[in-house]
């Protein structure tokens, strides 16, 4: 079956990118609509992105002047970069897939990884 | 986009029913029949529940159901049992093709 993984630096220093790339595996990556998701320390779920393997993304109004999500297609791969980060971008990042046909339905998580933004 | 409404906390005992509610805006949730439930227990990824305001994924228990009146959607679960215990989040498709969740809420189990 399709699983998600997330990887990249789990500390990241204040204005500095965090970078973080999630690996499909079980399936490809064609066909579906790919997502970035984050979670605070305590608290709730932020949608931050989503992009489709072709190239179409959108991201959350709020972060989108800091936000790039993009896909590698030969590496099954899908990536997220944000700028500028501050202590408020320390949470788990969650990779996501989305139902087919669909852009806010999301079936499949991967375990999430902890970055922490602090010098 | 502001954030879908959730009450902090529910609760209820073994065989009881709770609903959990998500109040969004004419914008999202009140204009789009895509509103997904998600469940989430300490220290592990969310797992969907329901989709498209009524539908269960294959493998989650009839217990759990939904519904949607105006700007308001909901989440029943029915014959509480305590690996029901958990947070739940909703979250609906928004009028700017973007995804919006509620800030959550803590389904204690008495």
């Known amino acids: 079956q399709v699983q998600l993984q997330e990887s990249g630096p789990g500390l990241v220093k204040p204005s500095e990118t965090l970078s973080l790339t999630c690996t499909v595996s079980g399936g490809s990556i064609r066909s579906y609509y790919w997502s970035w998701i984050r979670q605070p320390p305590g608290k709730g779920l932020e949608w931050i992105g989503y992009?489709?393997?072709?190239?179409?993304?959108n991201y959350n109004p709020s972060l989108k002047s800091r936000v790039t999500v993009s896909a590698d297609t030969s590496k099954n791969q899908f990536s997220l970069k944000l700028t500028s980060v501050t202590a408020a971008d320390t949470a788990v990042y969650y990779c996501?897939?989305?139902?087919?046909?669909?852009?806010?339905?999301?079936?499949?998580w991967g375990q999430g990884t902890v970055v922490t933004v602090s010098s | 986009q502001s954030a879908l409404t959730q009450p902090p906390s529910v609760s209820g005992s073994p065989g009881q029913s709770v609903t959990i509610s998500c109040t969004g805006t004419?914008?999202?949730?009140?204009?789009?029949?895509?509103v997904s439930w998600y469940q989430q227990p300490p220290g592990t990824a969310p797992q969907l529940m329901i989709y498209e305001v009524t539908y269960r994924p294959s493998g989650v228990p009839n217990r759990f159901s939904g519904s949607k009146s105006g700007n308001t959607a909901s989440l029943t679960i029915s014959g509480l049992q305590a690996e029901d215990e958990a947070d739940y989040y909703c979250?609906?498709?928004?009028?700017?093709?973007?995804?919006?969740f509620g800030g959550g809420t803590k389904l204690t189990v008495l």
């Open positions: 992009i489709y393997y072709s190239g179409s993304t």
């Open positions: 996501a897939r989305a139902t087919v046909v669909t852009t806010d339905t999301f079936d499949i």
């Open positions: 979250s609906s498709y928004t009028s700017s093709n973007t995804v919006v």
């Open positions: 004419s914008s999202d949730v009140g204009s789009y029949n895509r």
